[in-house]
């Protein structure tokens, strides 16, 4: 007899379904599972023997957890509002002098970033989400990471679209996870003959553009419900490779991965497609540059150099394989077919900020969370796709983007000749390199540098890449920061990190020398941990995942 579970709702009761009557786990969900067990597993049989012991001080945890969980702890932001501190959670079981506290003398919207929404993935992942007030990090000696992310407001047909997207991804997990449960209904789509379009809305402070839209999609028969298995849609893939091999001056991407390599082990051809329009550039004697802003380090938990970091060594790997290290590398690629130095084409970056959190100087990676290309100021792509397998093969992760291509032009020179560029994609363009190589400041001299051309030597060497490489210098001699280029193995990584930073021994000093930074363009160090394998050890819990889990 099927089990029922009997709750009110309006006066009804209402069953619940059975086991056998819930559609079970895609085999890619089960496979996943499967691996979460296996983690689990180990992990409990590692920390066995420490349980007893913590089990006291547990119990005493979660009394404290329960008085952090009602209580919303007020927070601060620092002057440049990318990392952010405050008080500790409280300590009930003991008396002490109390610190300093890190909110005096702040008040009104200073006080933000509650509970987890103070982060730092690096030092602390995400637990104990049933309790959102309750710290992860101890804000007195740990700051938050900043991100850095892009989104975009569609209107009109563009829109209808991204809903009809929704109504197909939520009736597929009704399906799947919820299929005679009537509290869950499937939903309608409208039809698109005899709808009239809502005229646009005007949102305030935000300027409107004409432009082309189309939503784009990775999608199959587990995330959208297509009747046949072997259907799927890989959309934002396809726009991806195709608007590199027509760009015709520039590419610019953010993103917060790049794996990408000419391998067996990855399918997607994103890199294929850069090397290919680099070779031509290069053929063809034209200007053509890559820009490519990621994060400094993976967001996942763990410390640089020992087992807690190996799920951060494997993405690691994966995104310095498919940038310079190996022949299957875009750079090494593009070396062995003549080009003498890739540079000249294609740049890597990572964005980093500083502040100071008591007094003391502090620095930490901008973590890049965006999903973005922009190609000759004409064409956008921006959504949730990762370059990766993951994303943007369709039968995986599903994904959605919207490519973006202007309807209203003006006339630039760019690359020593005037063409036109679109408003929309130009604007998001200037404006993110404002932003990166500090020049939103209008006492900053935006005027001295022209951002209309990318192209031309003298913004990409002059501009561009010597920002970076100056701020970089600076984080280094100030923080000792990592990555680094300077840190090729664990050894002269320890030995690195073992040597006083100027912020410490001369934080004077330091924060003359932080005065000349320039927003927060900093290099992606392609020499770090080099002589290195930061693939899991195979007998490790990670070293037993498939590969597919890594890209």
């Avoid at 973006?404 to 994609?425: A, K, P, S």
């Amino acid at each position: 007899m099927d089990e029922v579970d009997l709750g009110a709702s309006n006066g009804n009761i209402v069953n619940q379904p059975s086991p056998e009557n819930m559609k079970a786990d895609t085999p890619e969900l089960e496979r996943r599972n499967i691996l979460e067990r296996m983690k689990d597993n180990v992990k409990s049989f590692l920390s066995f023997d420490s349980e007893s012991e913590e089990e006291g001080e547990n119990k005493d945890k979660d009394e404290t957890d329960k008085v952090n969980e009602s209580t919303a702890l007020p927070e601060l932001v620092s002057e440049n509002q990318n990392i952010f501190f405050g008080d500790d959670s409280p300590e009930p079981t003991e008396v002490e002098e109390p610190k300093k506290d890190s909110m005096d003398g702040l008040f009104g919207n200073a006080k933000i970033w509650l509970g987890k929404d103070y982060t730092n993935f690096i030092v602390k992942d995400f637990t104990n989400l049933d309790r959102p007030y309750q710290d992860l990090v101890d804000r007195n000696t740990t700051p938050r990471m900043p991100w850095h992310d892009i989104g975009a407001v569609v209107q009109g047909a563009a829109a209808r679209d991204v809903a009809r997207h929704f109504i197909m991804r939520w009736n597929a997990t009704k399906l799947e996870k919820n299929k005679i449960n009537p509290l869950y209904p499937y939903l309608v789509p409208k039809s698109y003959r005899d709808i009239e379009l809502a005229p646009i809305m005007e949102l305030p402070d935000v300027r409107p553009y004409r432009v082309k839209a189309q939503i784009v999609r990775s999608v199959s028969h587990w995330s959208a419900g297509f009747m046949d298995l072997d259907t799927w849609e890989g959309s934002i893939h396809e726009a991806y490779v195709d608007i590199i091999s027509k760009a015709k001056r520039y590419v610019y991407i953010e993103n917060q991965f790049f794996i990408t390599l000419a391998s067996l082990q990855v399918r997607n051809q994103v890199g294929d497609a850069l090397f290919k329009r680099i070779l031509r550039a290069y053929r063809e004697n034209t200007s053509f540059r890559v820009f490519v802003v990621m994060p400094l380090l993976p967001g996942f938990e763990g410390e640089v150099g020992s087992p807690s970091g190996s799920a951060l060594h494997a993405i690691t790997h994966w995104n310095y394989a498919s940038i310079s290290r190996g022949k299957e590398s875009l750079m090494v690629r593009l070396r062995e077919a003549g080009v003498p130095d890739p540079s000249e084409y294609i740049t890597f970056h990572g964005l980093r900020t500083h502040s100071d959190l008591h007094g003391d100087l502090v620095t930490e990676l901008i973590y890049v969370h965006s999903k973005l290309l922009i190609a000759d100021d004409l064409t956008v792509i921006c959504g949730s796709a990762n370059i990766n397998d993951r994303s943007l093969l369709g039968s995986r992760d599903s994904e959605i983007a919207v490519v973006i291509q202007d309807e209203e032009f003006e006339e630039v020179t760019m690359g020593d000749e005037v063409v036109r560029v679109g408003y929309y994609c130009g604007e998001l363009r200037k404006r993110l390199f404002r932003e990166h190589l500090g020049l939103m400041d209008p006492q900053s001299g935006p005027g001295t540098v022209n951002l209309l051309d990318p192209v031309s030597a003298d913004f990409y060497h002059n501009v561009w890449r010597a920002t970076a490489q100056s701020n970089t210098d600076i984080f280094e001699k100030v923080f000792n920061c990592i990555p680094s280029d300077q840190v090729t193995d664990f050894q002269t990584l320890r030995t690195y990190q073992e040597r006083v930073p100027l912020h410490c021994a001369d934080p004077g000093s330091g924060a003359k020398l932080l005065q000349d930074v320039k927003g927060h363009l900093v290099m992606l160090p392609l020499n770090f941990l080099r002589n290195e394998i930061l693939t899991p050890n195979p007998s490790s819990v990670n070293g037993m995942m498939p590969t597919t889990l890594w890209t």
